[in-house]
């Protein structure tokens, strides 16, 4: 299984990341179709989208970065 994003990959995970944070914690409204279309279409992983959402369902991960999160899950950012 693939851990790694790139550094475009990992731009998009951020946008998906802020996303699911304002889902969850703000109410905003959900728009997981276009999300799901935007990095499945940059061959980002199911699960390290799915890990994405996740590490957002606690909302003071939303104030550390989202880097050392995805690190702390095994999922690495390549140049």
């Known amino acids: 299984m693939d851990n790694t994003v790139t550094q475009e990959q990992f731009r998009l995970l951020q946008g998906f990341m802020l996303h699911c944070w304002a889902v969850y914690h703000e109410k905003a ?3 997981f ?25 606690d909302r003071e991960n939303g104030f550390r970065y989202f880097r050392s999160l995805l690190s702390s899950k095994g999922i690495e950012v390549v140049k």
């Not at 990095?39 to 369902?57: C, F, G, S, V």
């Open 33 to 57: 179709g276009f999300w799901a279309e935007q990095l499945d279409e940059a061959k980002i992983p199911w699960h390290i989208q799915n890990t994405a959402a996740y590490l957002m369902e």
């Open 29 to 31: 409204n959900k728009f």
